[in-house]
């Protein structure tokens, strides 16, 4: 008997399934096995087909079902890129490519809707400025594109479109309400002032769904299309940064996670309501949020990670394996002999105010560095701008980060140049969102009954920490990258 995670990316769409007698993952497979093309029509600007995503879920299911029986699947669990916006018309067709995460279009929107609204209003009841998030992406399509606009009748993000392509049910959840900027914590409701602000009616969003719970059934041309059983139950979804946090059993205030995909994020878990007065990170709602037991995660998002890493090594280093570029940028110290990357170059920072000031070399020299300097400078540059992003954040002070044994922590120089300049500890499980996805499945369905069970077949690989003289080293190349990004950005 198995459950199914399902985690809609940016780059690749992942599925994996749980046996739910071991609580271990007993299959996976991702598609494409390359990153996913994101269409940029305009400067700024990021789309992708859902269809796409469909394409790859089923390509991802057809592997694993060649060794696989997907007929034993009880329950489904979905995870996705947050903050995407999907709008469908009244038969159920896609009106135009999903904006997603990392489109930058709306930012002048969202400055206008946070004036409007006011500071007060935003940090009390949004616990965020509109931001570049999907409720302003939805205010730029009635601005620029009214024709669509109009024929819109329900609009969701990039899991809910998931979910319904595979039960026919148009829902979301609070926690996605939050994501989108649409829930007023204080009220604990939609927001209307937003939805005045913005001129957005009520009735485009989906009904609401438990984040835990049995939201739908495959249906009969899901089961088809998908080759997956009829009335197979659709029990979890949330956007992937809370599922990470939830796949790492990081659920308590004072615990917290992080990942290096495409984008990086630190994800920290507090029970406070609280005003968010801070210029670069967001709060939304966990995945295990209730009226009597709050549960917020405040969310560090830095959005070139492996973005950047993948874009440095097809330009100088094409034909060799990650593996391989992190052994050879460990050919050079730490420092990378005082060569510097900023990886701000994938669309709208919120952490620097929502700007996109793009990613940029400094201190190149053609007699000196070669591509191993440049390889380690771009790990090490992904590592400062994390370090950087973490002293904006609320909980400063963060002892451990529970991540999991995927992405760019694959790579020591990345994991020990953040381990040394944020003296945290930095603690691996044999996890990631599809796995996460699929235990939120199991405990959504009632297959496991406490979040112990859920997590029995959670285990702990290792643990990175850095003393000693190297993270003086570490520590002057992070002053280094420091001292010049305040002179360049101040």
Known sequence: MFTLGIDIGSSSVKVSLLDILTNTTVATAQSPQEEMAIDAPEKGWAEQDPETWITHLQKALNTLSKQNDLSSVQAIGISYQMHGLVMLDKSGEVLRPAIIWCDSRAVSIGVDGSKTLGQKYCSENLLNSPGNFTASKLKWVKEHEPEIYKKIHKVMLPGDYIAYRLTGDIQTTISGLSEAILWDFKEE??????????????????????????????????????????????????????????????????????????????????????????????????????????????????????????????????????????????????????????????????????????????????????????????????????????????????????????????????????????????????????????????????????????????????????????KELYLNAYQSWLTNFDKTHS
């Open 189 to 470: 409701q939609i927001s209307a002032p937003l939805l005045e602000c913005f001129g957005i009616e009520k009735d485009v969003l989906p009904e609401i769904t438990p984040t835990f719970s049995v939201q739908g059934e495959v249906n009969q041309k899901a089961a088809a299309e998908f080759g997956l059983s009829l009335n197979t139950k659709i029990a979890y979804r949330a956007g992937d940064q809370p599922n990470n946090a939830f796949s790492l059993k990081v659920l308590e205030p004072g615990e917290f996670a992080a990942t290096a995909g495409t984008s990086g994020v630190v994800y920290g878990i507090s029970d406070q309501v609280r005003p968010n007065d801070s210029q670069g990170t967001n709060t939304f709602i966990h995945v295990n949020h209730s009226a009597s037991q709050k549960r917020l995660g405040e969310l560090l998002c830095i959005n070139a990670t492996g973005i950047a890493n993948a874009w440095i090594r097809k330009m100088v280093a094409p034909n060799i394996s990650y593996n391989e570029i992190n052994t050879e940028a460990s050919t050079v110290a730490i420092g990378s002999t005082e060569l510097l990357f900023y990886p701000f170059g994938n669309g709208a920072e919120r952490m620097l105010g929502n700007k996109n000031i793009g990613a940029a070399l400094k201190n190149l020299d053609l007699n000196r560095h070669h591509r191993a300097h440049l390889l380690r400078a771009v790990q090490e540059g992904i590592a400062f701008s994390f370090a950087y992003g973490m002293g904006l954040m609320q909980s400063k002070s963060i002892k451990v980060i529970r991540v999991g044994n995927a992405n760019l922590f694959l790579s020591e120089i990345f994991t020990n140049t953040l381990a040394a300049i944020t003296g945290a500890r930095i603690e691996f499980y044999n996890t990631d969102g599809a796995t996460g996805a699929a235990r939120g499945a199991a405990y959504g369905a009632g297959l496991y009954t406490t979040i112990e069970e859920t997590f029995s077949g959670l285990k702990q690989l290792k643990e990175v920490s850095i003393d000693g003289s190297s």
